[in-house]
């Protein structure tokens, strides 16, 4: 799977949020503005950027971007150690997002992390692993992550949903500290906007074989990047560092967009955290 983000998305949503100009940016970088603005909206630059210099105007890791750049990606196992996992990704709008189906080995129960565009392919898995979908944990409420709410409703009436929205009923709504069972998996949340006013991170741990926790993160942190926060730019990363960072490294990071990360790869080489 594709990045979510470019070298080109990660200085655009830079510059956005420091409110700059691209003839500014350009300039601290030793290109021209031409050059610059293809650069922003291909992820291809045609000259020698100074990256430090960028770095240093847009508050990003100059050495992590030039990485980026160079075609880093994530190396996060797809997966692989987390049997009872499985990434699903629907496209609508323009756009692909990705939903997370996780289930207990024993009982069979599950949960669904957002629902993306379509709720079929979450159905036709648990049908074929013969699960009984009791959860449904929102990360936030951007339409793409929750267009398949009624579809899911209909399939499992019983389903508990769970979100951060204020908007939602109250029997919705995370109480601090809850944690849920699902099995001899537990999952529990950790507030993190920026990116969306109602922003959470789920946590999964109990997993066979002392895998590695789990962080549902919707759109809060992509592999090398950041969901756009706009003038949240601040309180995302603050977020982000104390609530997705400050987890294991070995952590595995399922975003809302893009492949599969770690928290040591993130802290290791996305921009946006020098």
């Given at each position: 799977m594709p990045l979510e983000d470019h070298a080109g998305d990660v200085l655009a949503k830079s510059r956005a949020s420091a409110n700059l100009r691209a003839a500014d940016v350009a300039l601290a970088a030793g290109l021209s503005v031409e050059n610059y603005t293809h650069w922003e909206k291909t992820g291809q630059c045609g000259g020698a950027p100074d990256y430090t210099a960028l770095g240093r105007l847009l508050d990003l890791d100059g050495a992590k971007l030039e990485r980026l750049a160079g075609g880093w990606e994530p190396n996060a196992e797809d997966g692989g150690r987390w049997r009872q996992l499985r990434m699903i990704s629907t496209s609508g709008s323009g756009m692909t997002v990705n939903c997370f189906l996780v289930w207990d080995e024993a009982t069979r129960a599950a949960a669904l992390f957002d629902t993306g565009w379509d709720g079929a392919p979450a159905f036709k898995l648990a049908d074929e692993h013969g699960l009984d979908l009791k959860h449904l944990f929102i990360t936030h409420s951007h339409t793409d992550h929750i267009a398949a709410i009624p579809d899911v409703r209909a399939r499992f009436p019983g389903v508990e949903i769970h979100s951060n929205s204020r908007n939602a009923p109250r029997t919705q709504h995370l109480a601090p500290g809850a944690e849920f069972s699902l099995g001899s998996l537990r999952v529990a949340w950790r507030d993190t906007p920026g990116h969306a006013e109602d922003g959470v991170t789920y946590v999964i741990t109990g997993w066979p074989d002392n895998a590695p926790p789990v962080a549902v993160v919707g759109d809060a942190v992509?592999?090398?990047?950041?969901?756009?926060?706009?003038?949240?730019?601040?309180?995302?990363?603050?977020?982000?560092?104390?609530?997705?960072?400050?987890?294991p490294p070995d952590t595995l990071i399922c975003p809302g967009h893009g492949p599969f990360t770690t928290v040591g790869q993130e802290l290791a080489n996305n921009p946006f955290f020098p």
């Open positions: 992509f592999a090398g990047s950041i969901g756009g926060p706009k003038q949240f730019a601040a309180l995302a990363k603050r977020k982000i560092r104390e609530q997705i960072f400050s987890l």
